[in-house]
């Protein structure tokens, strides 16, 4: 099965009340725990690569690396670059094999980020790949990506008609509360429920609906959308790690985004603390082991528990892929 561009999975999944999970990979492992878990729940999938993937395992690897998931896989699989930081990198992207490209013009004055905007999906529609763009700035770090609270801003729903409009591009990244990394929010921004966890605050729904009404059946796109699962952050730090006050986005409001016009959610921190975790205990319970592959397939396995967990309770896009694959043929 070839790979596919998003545009079908997104029409499905806007109809639906589902999203689609758009999972970040940087190895072998991550690919097949994502895929494996995608294909026995028949969901499409996006994988996405970041710059910091590109870096540390090469274009090359990680394209052949999607493709032969490909091979062994029956489900809708697009190929995404998240966060492409210039025209040069999405078009490296775009004449590379991905399906699918996000430019970052976030940082920009509106009108710049319209004008890079533009330039990428004149080139990546004519040459069959779709744009997502972005509006808004999201605070943490991820790879890349490094936005301080201070700097960081909200989506204007004023802002995303015209935006749209003038650029052409097939989604739209927005901000309304979400952050990058595992660290999302610091402890006094956040409550504490009788448990005494950490509770953060509320993403800003009142401005995902004025989006929609600004933008009717258009999918909207959730950056930094990764619940820091406290199951991981527990393993780790019984381990030897030190993750106190992680604080992610509590998975109730995601599936609550997921029903609206949300229709891509991003998640990466999710899987590397998963990963993190088996490795961690591993190590823990056999100190003996040096086989490289005795302690990342025990990774491997959290990160297909995780994507699976998110694919069936969060995003809801569990028995999809077959629905996908038909307007895909149409």
């Not at 929609?212 to 381990?239: R, T």
């Amino acid at each position: 099965m070839p790979l596919v561009g998003t545009k079908e999975m997104f029409k499905k999944a806007y109809e639906g009340g589902f999203a689609i999970g758009a999972f970040n990979v940087n190895n072998m492992e991550i690919v097949q725990g994502i895929t494996e878990a995608a294909g026995e729940l028949k969901s499409p999938i996006i994988l996405q690569c970041s710059a910091g993937a590109r870096k540390y395992a090469k274009h090359e690897y990680l394209v052949h690396l999607v493709k032969a998931a490909l091979e062994i896989s029956d489900i809708p699989i697009a190929l995404h670059l998240d966060h492409g930081a210039d025209f040069e990198t999405c078009k490296s992207c775009i004449d590379g094999g991905f399906t699918s490209v996000m430019i970052d013009g976030s940082h920009f004055p509106f009108k710049e980020n319209i004008e890079v905007t533009k330039k990428v999906v004149e080139y990546a529609h004519a040459h069959g790949v779709v744009v997502e763009g972005e509006l808004g700035q999201l605070a943490g770090i991820e790879d890349d990506v490094n936005v301080s609270a201070e700097n960081a801003s909200y989506t204007q729903p004023a802002e995303v008609q015209e935006f749209v409009e003038k650029t052409g591009v097939d989604s739209l990244a927005i901000a309304i509360g979400t952050s990058h990394g595992a660290f999302k929010f610091k402890p006094e921004q956040c409550t504490r429920n009788a448990d005494g966890v950490l509770v953060p605050p509320e993403l800003r729904f009142d401005i995902l609906a004025e989006i929609e009404k600004k933008l009717p059946n258009f999918p909207i796109v959730l950056h930094g959308a990764s619940s820091v699962v406290p199951k991981y952050v527990k393993i780790i730090n019984d381990n030897g790690g030190k993750l106190a006050d992680a604080v992610g986005i509590p998975e109730d409001q995601l599936r609550k985004a997921a029903r609206s016009a949300v229709c891509k959610i991003n998640i990466d921190s999710d899987l590397r603390l998963a990963m993190t975790a088996g490795i961690r205990q591993h190590f823990a319970e056999h100190p003996e082991h040096f086989d490289p592959r005795q302690y990342i397939t025990v990774g491997r396995s959290y990160i297909k528990d995780v994507v699976a967990h998110k694919i069936k309770d969060v995003l809801g896009s569990d028995g999809q892929a077959d629905a996908v694959m038909a307007l895909i043929k149409k």
